[in-house]
C-alpha cells in the first residue's frame, strides 16, 4: 500500500534531500518545500534533531527568566488576527504609568529575571522619545535587566511618524539603554500575504531592512514567523529564505521562533482558518531548523502550543524554551494561555534528557549552575553580542566598549556553549 | 509520504546501536525481551523510523479512528488502586451508580450523533446484582440497537462471574446474548507481582488478567490489550507485559489493539511521581509496535496522549488513534487537559495534518469511511498487510 503513493523518484529525491541535511549542506527553496510538502513528521523531526544536536552538542537546553510588558495597547495598524489592539480614544485603550510599569518590572528583578520584553502598539503619540526615556528610567532603576523592546514595525512607526532617519532612533534608543530587538511583526515575509493580513503594516522589505540597521547598529535581534492563517507552503518557505539570506549578511539573528495564528476571538476571526493542528507547528517548526541553519537557536512557543509540544521540539530541532513570561498579554487576549513557572519548564526539559540552563537575551548561559562548574557567560552584554562592532560612524562609542568588553572575555567557553553565529 | 527506506532506517539503526534488532524487524522476525529492552536505551528517533516502518508496512497511510461515547456506570470501586482518581467509595462524595435507565439515557443523549460504539468501563462494586450487567447492555441495545457494546475489562467480568456464582465461560453467551459486543482492554496495569504488590494489590493478578482474556478470545469475542506505563515499573517489567500479551496472543489471536495508557498523576496516592513525558510516551508507542508483531493495531488513545503527541504518534507506530470520545472522566479526573470529546471532522482533519489517510472504522475494524476509496473499500475488513 506504501509502494501506491511513495513513487519511486519522489523517494529518491527525498532521500536525496535528507542525505544532504544530515551532511550539513545547505538545501535550496525548492528542496525546502519539497520536505515541506513530501517528507513525513517523524523524517522531518529526526533531521532537524540532527541539525539541532550538530549546533547544540552538549545537551543544554536554554529558556530565559522574563516578563512582557505592554506599555501601550493603542495600534493604528488594525491587523485583523490581532485580539490585543484597541484604537486610539478607545474605552479600553491605555497606556501604562511609570508607577505601575516599575512595579511590574520589580517583580521581575525579584524573581531573578534577566530580559524585559517590551512592545505596544503602533501609537500615533507614544514614540522614540517616550520610549527612550522609559528604558533609560528602567536602565537607572533595574541595571540587571536588559530591554528587549520594540519591533521592527514599531520601530519603523517611529521613523515614519517622525520622519527621521531609523539609524537615528536606533542611536538615540541604544543610547537610552536597549540592549536587543525581539523579532516580532514579521507573520509572513511576502506581500501576497501582508496586504491580506495585515495591510497597514510595516512590508517585507522594510521589515528585514529595519533588522539589518538594528544589526548594523550594533544590536542583535530575534526572528519570527506566524503561520497557519492564508499562506501558502511555499510562502512559509520564502519566509525563511529571506530570513536565512538577511542572516547571511549580517549575522545578527540571535534565535528563530514560529508560531501558529491563534485566530479565536480576533477582530477578524470570521475570515481566519480554523487554528493549524500541532502537527502542522510541528512540520514548520522543524522545516525552519533544517532551512535557518546559519541562525544558532531556534525557540520553542510552549505559550501557543502548550507544554507537551514544548518538550516533543526539543527532538525536533528546538534547543531553546523561550521565556518563562511573568506576564503575557497578547496571544492571551485570542485565549491562547500556557504560562508556566520555572520548576515545570525545567521538569519538561529534563524530561525530554537535556539539562536545563537560564540564559540572558543574548543566549549566553547566565546560569548559577553553569557559573559554579567554571562556565563563562557568554556574550554576557549588547556589546559583546554584537555582529557589526563599530561599523556606522557615530556609534564609535559603542565600539570602543565593545572591544573593551570582548577584550576581558576569555575564550574558553564551555564546549557547545559558546555563541557563535555561523557555525 | 515515507522518506524512510530501509537502507536509511538501517543507517539510522547502526548509528543507534541497534542494528540487529532493525535486521530482525526487515526480515520480520520476532524481537527478543532483550532486544525489547534494548529498544529503551536507543537513540527515539531510530527507534520510532523503525516503528513507522512496521506501521506502514501493515497499514500504509491509513490512520484508523471511530465515532464512540463513553459510559462510566458506576465509580464505586473496592480495588483501591493507588494511581486511580476515579474511584469512590461507598457514600463518600460523588459516588454514584448508574440505573439502567441513566445508562439507556446517556446513549439517548447521542441519539443524533453517528455514535456506532459504546465503550463502557466502571469499579468494582461487590453489591451490584449478576443481573445489574446484563441490564445495563440490555438497555443500550433497546435505546440504539445497532450500537456495539464494548464492555467490561477483565476484572469487571472476573467480578460478573463472581456475582454470577458460575464459571465465566458459562456466563459470556449470556452477556453477548443480551448485546455484548467485545471487550475493552483497560486494566491489566502492569503484569509484574511486584508492581501489583506495590501499587494495586487487591485487584486481579497478571495470570489472572491473561487466564480471564483467554476465556473471552475462546468464547469468540474480541478483546483489546494495555499497559499502564510511567510509574514505579522498570523496562523488563514492561517487557515482561508486553511478552506475556504476545504469547497469549500466539494462542487465541484474539487481541485487535494494544493501547500503552500512561500513567497520570493528578489526585491519586502516586501523585508525587512525574509521570511520562511525551516523549517516553512516543517510545511507548514505538516499542509497542515493535515488540507485538502478532497484533494488528496499535492506538495512540488521544484523549490520554493530546491531541498533538496523538497527530506524532502515527509516524512512530501506532495507526488507530481512538474515537470521538463523547464524555471522557477517568483519565479527567486524574489530571487530563484534554477536551473529553472532539468533533469526527476534527478529528479527521488533524489525523490529515498528521500525514495519514483517515479512515472510520466500527469496532471490529471494519471499514466505514474513507475518503480515499482505493485505499479503503467500504464496508471490508480494515486491511492488515503483515
Not at chain 2, 543507517?11 to 532486544?35: K, N, Q, T, Y
Not at chain 2, 527515539?44 to 500504509?60: D, F, K, P, S, T
Not at chain 2, 489530571?335 to 472532539?342: D, F, I, K, L, S
Amino acid at each position: 500500500m506504501a509502494s501506491a503513493v511513495h513513487t519511486e523518484p519522489l523517494h529518491g529525491e527525498l532521500a536525496r534531500i535528507a542525505a544532504k541535511v544530515e551532511d550539513g549542506q545547505r538545501i535550496s527553496g525548492e528542496e525546502a518545500l519539497l520536505l515541506h510538502e513530501r517528507a513525513d513528521l517523524s523524517t522531518l523531526g529526526r533531521l532537524a534533531d540532527g541539525v539541532r544536536a550538530r549546533l547544540h552538542p552538549h545537551g543544554v537546553v536554554t529558556y530565559i527568566v522574563d516578563r512582557n510588558l505592554n506599555p501601550t495597547n493603542v495600534c493604528i495598524a488594525d491587523c485583523g488576527f490581532c485580539a490585543f489592539y484597541r484604537s486610539p480614544g478607545d474605552a479600553e485603550a491605555y497606556v501604562l504609568g511609570r508607577d505601575e510599569i516599575y512595579a511590574k518590572v520589580a517583580e521581575l528583578e525579584a524573581q531573578g529575571g534577566k530580559q524585559l520584553l517590551m512592545q505596544g502598539g503602533h501609537h500615533p503619540r507614544v514614540l522614540s522619545e517616550w520610549w527612550c526615556e522609559l528604558i533609560a528610567d528602567l536602565r537607572e532603576r533595574f541595571p540587571s535587566i536588559n530591554s528587549h523592546a520594540l519591533s521592527a514595525s514599531e520601530l519603523d512607526h517611529f521613523a515614519q511618524y517622525e520622519k527621521r532617519p531609523l539609524e537615528h532612533i536606533l542611536r538615540d534608543l541604544i543610547d537610552a539603554g536597549l540592549g536587543s530587538v525581539p523579532g516580532a511583526g514579521a507573520e509572513i515575509l511576502v506581500e501576497r500575504v501582508r496586504k491580506i493580513i495585515a495591510p497597514k503594516k510595516t512590508p517585507t522589505e522594510r521589515w528585514l531592512d529595519v533588522h539589518r540597521k538594528v544589526h548594523e547598529a550594533g544590536l542583535r535581534s530575534s526572528a519570527t514567523m506566524m503561520f497557519g492563517h492564508v499562506e501558502t507552503a511555499a510562502e512559509r518557505v520564502e519566509h525563511l529564505l529571506r530570513l536565512r539570506e538577511l542572516q547571511d549578511e549580517t549575522g545578527g539573528f540571535t534565535a528563530f521562533a514560529g508560531w501558529t495564528c491563534q485566530p479565536e476571538g480576533v477582530p477578524d476571526e470570521h475570515l481566519y482558518p480554523a487554528k493549524a493542528t500541532p502537527a502542522v507547528y510541528l512540520r514548520v517548526q522543524a522545516l525552519s531548523r533544517i532551512v535557518l541553519d546559519n541562525i544558532l537557536n531556534m525557540q520553542a512557543s510552549y505559550v501557543t502550543q502548550g507544554m507537551k509540544v514544548g518538550q516533543i521540539t526539543l527532538r525536533t530541532g528546538c534547543n531553546d524554551f523561550g521565556g518563562t513570561m511573568l506576564e503575557e498579554n497578547v496571544v492571551s487576549a485570542a485565549g491562547c494561555f500556557h504560562l508556566e513557572s520555572v520548576q515545570t519548564i525545567e521538569r519538561m526539559i529534563r524530561g525530554a534528557g537535556f539539562t536545563p540552563r537560564q540564559r540572558n537575551s543574548w543566549y549566553g548561559i547566565c546560569d548559577p549552575r553553569h557559573l559554579e562548574a567554571g562556565g563563562v557567560e557568554a556574550p554576557g552584554d549588547r556589546h559583546a553580542a554584537a555582529t557589526h562592532r563599530g561599523a556606522p560612524q557615530d556609534l564609535t562609542h559603542l565600539a570602543a566598549e565593545a572591544m573593551s568588553a570582548s577584550a576581558t572575555r576569555t575564550n574558553d567557553n564551555m564546549p557547545g556553549e559558546s555563541i557563535e553565529v555561523r557555525a | 509520504m515515507s522518506v524512510q527506506a530501509s537502507a536509511e532506517i538501517q543507517r539510522l539503526a547502526e548509528r543507534a546501536g541497534i542494528a540487529d534488532i532493525a535486521a530482525r524487524v526487515f526480515a520480520r522476525e520476532r524481537l527478543s525481551r532483550a532486544d525489547g529492552v534494548r529498544l529503551y536505551g536507543a537513540d527515539l528517533h531510530a527507534v520510532g523510523a523503525l516503528a513507522n516502518h512496521v506501521r506502514e508496512r501493515m497499514h500504509g497511510d491509513l490512520a484508523y479512528f471511530n465515532v464512540n461515547q463513553h459510559v462510566n456506570y458506576t465509580n464505586i470501586c473496592n480495588k483501591l488502586c493507588r494511581f486511580c482518581a476515579f474511584q469512590r467509595l461507598p457514600g463518600q462524595e460523588g459516588a454514584y451508580v448508574m440505573r439502567p435507565e441513566e445508562v439507556a439515557a446517556k446513549i439517548r443523549a447521542c441519539q443524533d450523533e453517528p455514535v456506532t460504539e459504546v465503550h463502557m468501563v466502571a469499579g468494582i462494586y461487590p453489591k451490584l446484582p449478576y443481573e445489574y450487567y446484563l441490564d445495563i447492555v440490555r438497555a443500550v441495545k433497546a435505546e440504539r440497537p445497532a450500537i456495539h457494546v464494548k464492555a467490561f475489562t477483565m476484572i469487571e467480568l472476573m467480578q460478573i462471574a463472581r456475582r454470577a456464582k458460575r464459571p465465566l465461560a458459562e456466563v459470556l453467551p449470556e452477556l453477548r446474548e443480551a448485546g455484548l459486543g467485545s471487550c475493552p482492554g483497560g486494566g491489566a496495569e502492569v503484569f509484574s507481582d511486584r508492581v501489583r504488590d506495590l501499587g494495586y494489590d487487591k485487584k486481579n493478578t497478571g495470570d489472572e488478567w491473561l487466564a480471564t482474556a483467554r476465556t473471552v478470545h475462546e468464547a469468540g469475542l474480541r478483546s483489546n490489550c494495555t499497559m499502564l506505563h510511567g510509574h514505579i515499573e522498570t523496562i523488563e517489567e514492561r517487557i515482561d507485559h508486553l511478552d506475556r500479551l504476545r504469547l497469549l496472543q500466539d494462542e487465541t489471536h484474539g487481541f485487535q489493539t494494544y493501547i500503552p495508557l500512561s500513567f497520570h498523576p493528578a489526585n491519586n496516592e502516586w501523585s508525587h511521581l512525574p509521570g511520562p513525558s511525551a516523549l517516553d510516551e512516543l517510545r511507548e508507542i514505538a516499542v509497542g509496535r515493535l515488540m507485538l508483531d502478532n497484533i494488528d493495531h496499535v492506538k495512540a488513545y488521544w484523549i490520554m496522549l493530546s491531541i498533538p503527541v496523538a497527530q506524532l504518534a502515527l509516524s512512530f507506530g501506532a495507526d488507530d488513534v481512538d474515537g470521538t470520545v463523547v464524555e471522557e472522566k477517568i483519565y479527567h479526573e486524574a489530571g487530563a487537559t484534554t477536551p473529553q470529546r472532539v468533533q469526527r471532522a476534527e478529528l479527521v482533519q488533524w489525523i490529515r495534518d498528521a500525514g495519514r489517510v483517515p479512515v472510520e472504522r466500527d469496532t471490529l475494524y471494519n471499514v466505514l469511511w474513507s475518503e480515499d476509496a482505493t485505499l479503503a473499500a467500504v464496508g471490508h475488513a480494515a486491511p492488515v498487510m503483515a
